[in-house]
């Protein structure tokens, strides 16, 4: 394999609030190779959702470098950078962050809106990305018609269906109950398996062990880098862990 | 994306909102119609002046002889007769930019057929008026030069000569009429010229030759014409020349010294049309602007919505710009959506514009003049609005940063 997928060197990240400097990050080195599955763990304030960002393509960072399939992003123009998220990122939100009063399919269809793919592909693509997240009989239905967890399959989907990379997941279960959220890595792990790079930020124990390798984060530092065996996410044998049927 | 695709989401996002749409759109609906109804309002006027105008004939110069001074009062031009007829054979076979010349006079009389009788303007005229004032005959046959020689007792009468005298759609022509108590054949009757630009019927008079009406009505020949000349020129732009022309010849054969006030006038009617003209352009164009202005407060009304939508919408546009969405991509969808708007409003009120242009011309007998420019132009500027007013809340959403617009709430 070429180098690695993420390569961030001595990145940092100062936000101007009034008359402070806040130093979101100071000085993070982090290479992920493909076929990682990274959670980046750690207080609130400790700098992990300003990385998130960084590396997710939707910030810059203020000083270092981060090259992405060794391309170097960090000095790209917004334009440029919409191209990288559309091309090679998918997001998945905490919040799902799907558009309102538009049907599971459009939602879907967005990022290839953007990336220029024609109807009839785009139609296709979307069906395929939907049915590959267990929802292909969800496709019409608008996200007030769906449950959390279908929600954050269609945001999935989303990110899924350009074919990215990297899937950079905020928070991905945080809105959702313990058994959902099993399905959802569940998910995520079977998007490993196809060879996709998942950056996942969680403040919970319970979602990280379902990574490859932890990332701790302090104080805008990377306090510890951990590689793990991941357990595999089994819904129906967390659902037993927790009493439920 | 491709304009297709940008089209549908912006037309989409209008739907959602179809009050606020409709209702920013009103802004320029009433602005466009509004210019559309008042130009077609200020076409309506300029036409009836130029219809006017022209049925007292085009590129008419009436020459006028000098006034009279009596005892320090001066009678006015047409007073004093200072024009001979060979002055009119002069201007004729002199003046190369005169097309034709014809003497006009007149007297009121009252005119009698076997059972009615009307007065009106009796007038002594050569052939060629009718040519000047662009006057067929509708019945019968128009004065022939040979009456003119002849000094036939022959009339043409105008239709409201005929109404008064013989009926409504009567035919006159073979009849006779008495003016003096001189009888007169009918040989014609005029076709409608219908009112001067002053309220005056071009319809009631009766046309006899010059000779006759020297002979017959003023009594005796004379060296001076008792009325005025006509003349016309082949085209508009040759009557400032015949003017000059004929302000030369007369000067020179009436022996007015340099410096000297001509003892005659000559009057350019088509200079008193386009002044008309130019004082309804004013107003039409005076009306337009106020409309206009209403346009452009159509427009702030698109900008105010727009912002607001960018507002409501930061967290979509958030959306969009974290699956792809270049800055460009999310300013032509805000940018879209206001064209959409004004265009729409564009069109619709072309359509009332029309509408109540059609209402106003029936209202006020008025021809109804819609010009196609202004329809084309109040479009366009109404699309210009759009793109004017569109342009800053859609930039504003553009320079969103993405993490600021997901986190919005």
């Known amino acids: 394999m070429a180098g690695p997928l993420i390569e961030v060197e001595h990145v940092a990240k100062v936000y101007r609030m009034g008359e402070v400097d806040v ?41 270092g470098t981060y090259r992405l399939l060794g391309e170097e992003v960090s000095r790209m123009d917004r334009n440029a950078l919409a191209r990288v998220r559309n091309r090679t990122l998918g997001f998945v939100f905490q919040n799902f962050n799907l ?19 024609s109807g009839r592909e785009r139609h296709r693509r979307s069906r395929e990305a939907l049915e590959r997240v267990g929802l292909g009989d969800r496709m019409h239905h608008h996200p007030n018609q769906m449950s959390g967890g279908q929600q954050q399959r269609v945001a999935i989907a989303r990110a899924l269906v350009t074919r990215p990379r990297l899937m950079v997941a905020d928070e991905p279960t945080g809105n959702l109950d313990s058994r959902t959220s099993v399905e959802i890595m569940a998910l995520f792990q079977e998007l490993g398996r196809s060879g996709i790079t998942l950056l996942l930020v969680t403040h919970e124990r319970d979602i990280a ?37 | 994306m491709n304009p297709v695709q ?64 009596a005892g320090g009062a001066r009678g006015g031009f047409g007073s004093m007769p200072t024009l001979t007829w060979e002055d009119l054979k002069a201007i004729r076979t002199e003046a190369s930019a005169v097309r ?36 067929p005959v509708t019945l019968g046959s128009a004065i022939h030069p040979s ?64 000779t006759t009406f020297q002979s017959k009505i003023q009594g005796g020949l004379q060296k001076f014409i008792a009325g005025s000349i006509m003349v016309s020129t082949a085209t508009g732009d040759e009557l400032v020349r015949a003017e000059r022309q004929i302000r030369n010849l007369l000067r020179d054969r009436h022996h007015i010294p340099i410096g000297g006030e001509d ?44 912002l607001v939508s960018v507002t409501e919408r930061t967290r979509e546009i958030g959306i969009r710009m974290a699956v792809g969405a270049r800055p460009r991509d999310v300013l032509a969808q805000f940018l879209v959506e206001a064209l959409t708007l004004s265009f729409f409003g564009g069109v619709a009120g072309v359509l009332l514009g029309v509408f109540a242009a059609n209402q ?37 959403a553009a320079r969103l940063d993405p993490i600021d617009a997901l986190r919005f709430e």
Not at chain 2, 49 to 69: K, R
Not at chain 2, 180 to 194: E, Q, S
Not at chain 2, 383 to 394: E, H, I, M
Request: charged share 15%; aromatic share 6%.
């Open chain 2, 263 to 306: 003892d005659f006038s000559i009057r350019n009617l088509t200079e008193m049309a386009s002044a008309q003209q130019e004082g309804v352009n004013t107003l039409t164009a005076l009306l337009a602007s106020i409309a206009a202005v209403s346009l452009l407060v159509g427009g702030i009304g698109i900008m105010n919505i727009m």
């Open chain 2, 360 to 396: 106003l011309a029936a209202r006020f007998g008025w021809p109804l003049l819609i010009r196609p420019d202004i329809i084309v132009i109040a479009v366009l500027f109404s699309g210009v609005v759009g793109v004017a007013f569109g342009l800053y809340p859609a930039q504003k």
């Open chain 1, 99 to 117: 558009l309102a009063r538009t049907s599971a399919l459009e939602n879907v269809e967005l990022p290839l809106l953007y990336a220029g793919v």
């Open chain 1, 209 to 245: 062990r379902y990574a490859s390798r932890v990332v701790v984060m302090r104080d805008g530092h990377i306090q510890s880098d951990l590689r793990q065996t991941p357990q595999a996410a089994d819904p129906a044998a967390a659902a037993a862990e927790v009493g439920l049927p």
């Open chain 2, 147 to 210: 009456d003119v020689e002849a000094g036939a007792k022959v009339v043409v009468l105008g239709q409201t000569v005929v109404e008064k005298l013989f009926g409504n759609s009567a035919d006159p022509v073979g009849h006779t009429v008495r003016i003096k108590k001189i009888p007169f054949l009918v040989v014609g009757m005029l076709a409608r010229k219908g009112q001067s630009a002053m309220g005056q019927d071009f319809d009631d008079a009766v046309y006899m030759p010059y």
């Open chain 2, 100 to 135: 034709y010349a014809t003497p006009q006079l007149r007297t009121n009389a009252p005119v009698l057929s076997e059972d009615q009788n009307w007065a009106t303007s009796v007038n002594g005229v050569s052939p060629e008026f009718f040519s000047i004032r662009d006057w």
């Open chain 1, 23 to 63: 130093h979101a990050l100071r000085d993070v080195t982090l290479s992920i190779r493909e076929g990682e599955s990274v959670a980046v763990m750690g207080p609130s304030g400790s700098g992990k959702s300003t990385l998130m960002n960084i590396l997710g393509c939707l910030d810059r960072p203020s000083a």
């Open chain 2, 6 to 69: 940008v089209v549908r989401v912006a037309v989409r996002a209008l739907l959602r909102n179809k009050m606020r749409s409709f209702l920013t759109t009103l802004g320029v609906i009433i602005g466009v119609s509004a210019v559309i109804a008042m130009v077609a309002i200020g076409e309506g006027a300029k036409a009836r002046v130029a219809d006017a105008f022209a049925s007292m004939g085009s590129n008419l110069l009436i020459v006028l002889s000098g006034s009279t001074t």
